[in-house]
C-alpha cells in the first residue's frame, strides 16, 4: 500500500487556519491524481521561500499565488548510515534503502512573476477528496524498505479561480529633473516594489492588486505620494488631533543608525499610521570616502498602530536612500496627491511646472 509521506504529526491539530482563510485549488499527485477542494494554510506565518542566487527569504500570501509547482531536483535511493564515532566523520552503512527526493519550488503570482528557490516547510489543511492535511517540503526522506514510487507527494497546486494582475503603473514626469530612483510601497502587504526608468517614464510591473504609494528621487527634488491608503484588515477610526504629539514623543525611541531623524508628515488611520521620516548622518565608516563633504540620507515611510493610549511601530520602509556629496544641490521635498493610492494600470503624468498648485505641496529642503 502506497504511503502518503505528507501526513501531519498530532501536533499540527493545535495550529489555527490560517487567517487568509480557503482558497479553491486544485492539487496534481505525484501518482498521477487530481484532486479539488479548498484550501489554507495552517498557523499565521506566510509561505516562506529562498530564492535561488539570494540571501533573503520572501514571504508569499497565499491569494497572491496563481501556480505552485514542486520540481524534482534529484531523486535516488539511499543507503542508511551512522557515525562510527561521536565527533568522527567516518560513517558506517547499514543495510537496506530508503528513497530522497530535493524539490525546488516554481510559485507564479498573479503579477506575474515567477520565483524559484527552496520553500519552507508548510501545513496545509485540505478540505476535498483527499488528506485532510499535508505538507510542502524541500525534501522527502522515505523509510527504509519503500520504493520511490511508495512516495506520493503534491506536484502542483493551481488555484483555478484567481486571475492574473499583468496592468503596470506608468508615470511621466516633468519638471523635476532627471530621475535617479523610484519605489513604490504596497499597502495592502507593506512591501517596497521598485520601478526602472526609460527617459522621463517610471515603469512599475509585476505587480499584485493592490493600491501604492510612490517615491521618486531626482538630481533636484524628491516627490512622494503619501496617502490614507490602508491593508484591508487595518482598516481604523481617524487619526486623533493629538497624533502628531504623542508620535513625535515615542519616535526618538526606536533604535537607527541615523544619529539625526525627524517626522515630516503623516497620514492614515489609528490602526495603521504612516510617518514620512527624514533620516541623516554625516559621520560614519568611512564617510569621508563615500561622501566626502556630505551626508548619507534616507527618506523612509514607518507604519504606526494605536494600542490603547500609545503608539506602536509595526514597519519600516526605505523609500529613498542617497549619498550627499559635498557641494551637490539640495532636493526639495514635495508631497504630489497623484502618487498616492495609484492602482495597477494608472498612467500618470506629473508635471511640476503646472502642477505646484494642484495637488502639490511643498514640505522641506532634505539638507
Not at 137 to 147: F, L, N, W
Not at 212 to 235: F, H
Request: aromatic share 10%; hydrophobic share 40%.
Amino acid at each position: 500500500m502506497k504511503i502518503f509521506v505528507t501526513i501531519i504529526f498530532n501536533l499540527f491539530m493545535v495550529l489555527s487556519v490560517s487567517a487568509a482563510g480557503w482558497e479553491e485549488a486544485e492539487i496534481e499527485l505525484s501518482d498521477g491524481r487530481r484532486i479539488s477542494g479548498k484550501l489554507s494554510l495552517m498557523g499565521n506565518r506566510p509561505l516562506t521561500i529562498t530564492p535561488a542566487g539570494e540571501k533573503y527569504q520572501q514571504k508569499i500570501l497565499l491569494s497572491d499565488i496563481l501556480i505552485l509547482t514542486q520540481i524534482v531536483r534529484e531523486q535516488k535511493m539511499n543507503r542508511p548510515w551512522l557515525y562510527k564515532e561521536a565527533g568522527k566523520v567516518e560513517k558506517m552503512y547499514l543495510e537496506g534503502n530508503y528513497p530522497f527526493i530535493n524539490f525546488t519550488t516554481e510559485i507564479v503570482l498573479t503579477g506575474g512573476k515567477v520565483i524559484r528557490g527552496d520553500i519552507i516547510s508548510a501545513a496545509f489543511r485540505f478540505k476535498g477528496q483527499g488528506p485532510g492535511k499535508f505538507f510542502l517540503t524541500r525534501q522527502i526522506k522515505g523509510k527504509v524498505g519503500e520504493k520511490m514510487d511508495d512516495l506520493v507527494y503534491p506536484l502542483k497546486i493551481t488555484f483555478n479561480n484567481r486571475k492574473a494582475t499583468v496592468k503596470p503603473i506608468i508615470v511621466t514626469l516633468a519638471g523635476a529633473g532627471k530621475i535617479q530612483s523610484a519605489a513604490a510601497l504596497d499597502n495592502e502587504r507593506e512591501v517596497v516594489r521598485f520601478g526602472r526608468t526609460e527617459g522621463s517614464k517610471i515603469i512599475f510591473d509585476e505587480l499584485f492588486d493592490a493600491e501604492y504609494d510612490i517615491y521618486v528621487l531626482t538630481d533636484s527634488e524628491v516627490l512622494g505620494g503619501l496617502s490614507d491608503a490602508a491593508p484591508a484588515d487595518r482598516k481604523g477610526g481617524a487619526l486623533p488631533d493629538n497624533a502628531p504629539a504623542e508620535l513625535n514623543k515615542v519616535f526618538p525611541l526606536a533604535d537607527d543608525f541615523f544619529s539625526e531623524r525627524r517626522i515630516l508628515a503623516l497620514s492614515g488611520n489609528e490602526k495603521f499610521c504612516k510617518t514620512l521620516v527624514y533620516k541623516r548622518r554625516e559621520k560614519y565608516y568611512h564617510s569621508d570616502k563615500h561622501t566626502p563633504g556630505g551626508w548619507i540620507w534616507h527618506l523612509d515611510v514607518w507604519s504606526w498602530h494605536l494600542a490603547g493610549n500609545e503608539w506602536k511601530i509595526d514597519r519600516r520602509h526605505i523609500m529613498v536612500r542617497h549619498k550627499q556629496q559635498g557641494g551637490e544641490k539640495i532636493r526639495k521635498l514635495f508631497l504630489v496627491r497623484a502618487l498616492g493610492a495609484v492602482k495597477p494600470g494608472a498612467e500618470l503624468t506629473v508635471d511640476l511646472n503646472g502642477e505646484r498648485q494642484n495637488g502639490v505641496k511643498f514640505i522641506t529642503e532634505l539638507k
